[in-house]
C-alpha cells in the first residue's frame, strides 16, 4: 500500500510499508524515477500517508500510532502530533488517516478507523476543535480516510465506507455529500481547485 505526493519540484514523495523495519518507509524519487533520497526507519508501525505542504515539508501518518509527522524535505523531523484516543490500541489499524493544510496555516486531520472525526490543529500542533462523528447521517462517518481543504476554506472528507464525500465549512458545519461513486481512498485538490479522486471498488 503505497501513497504518493508531489513537490513544486516535480519530485514524488512515496510512503509504503516495507516487511524490513530496517528500510526506509519514506521515499523520494525524481520526475524520471530516480531515487533522491529516503528517511523515516523505525518511526512507523503502520506507515498510511503522505503529503506535502505549500512550504514543501513533508507530512506523514501513522495507521496504528495515531501520530502524525512533519518533516523537512530532507527528513529532518520538525513536528510530531499524537492525535490519540485511540479506541483499540490493539488493532492494527485503530488510528489517524491523512492530513491537510488551510491557508492561514492549520492543519486539518482524519481520524476515521476507530474515531469517526476530523480534527484541526494551528501550525504548532496544538488542537483548536474536531467535528464529526461514527454514523451514517449528515456530517457522521464510516471511515474518514482522506481529507482535503480547498483555497475558500472548506473541507472535502472522504467517508470511505459509506462511498461518499462529505463537504464542510471552516467551522465544521456540513454543507453537502456526493456520494454513490465507489469507496473513495483518496481526493486531492490542485492548484487551479480542480477536485481528483480515487475510489476502491468492490469486487
Known sequence: YPAMAGDAKGNVYIIHRPEDKNVDPIVIADAKGNVLRSFGKGMFDIPHGIRVDP???????????????????????LLEISVGDIPDATRPFCGATDV?????????????????????????????KEFGKRGKGPGEFTLVHNVQVDAQGKVYVSDREAQRIEVFDANGKFLQEWAGTGRYSAIAITKDQKIWTGSVLRN
Open 100 to 128: 491537510s493544510f488551510a491557508r492561514n496555516g492549520h492543519i486539518f486531520a482524519s481520524d476515521g478507523y476507530c474515531n469517526g472525526r476530523v480534527i484541526e490543529y494551528d501550525a504548532a500542533g496544538k488542537k483548536l
Open 55 to 77: 512550504e514543501g515539508n513533508v507530512w506523514a501518518i501513522d495507521a496504528h500510532t495515531s501520530k502524525i509527522f512533519k518533516f523537512t524535505a530532507e527528513g529532518k523531523k
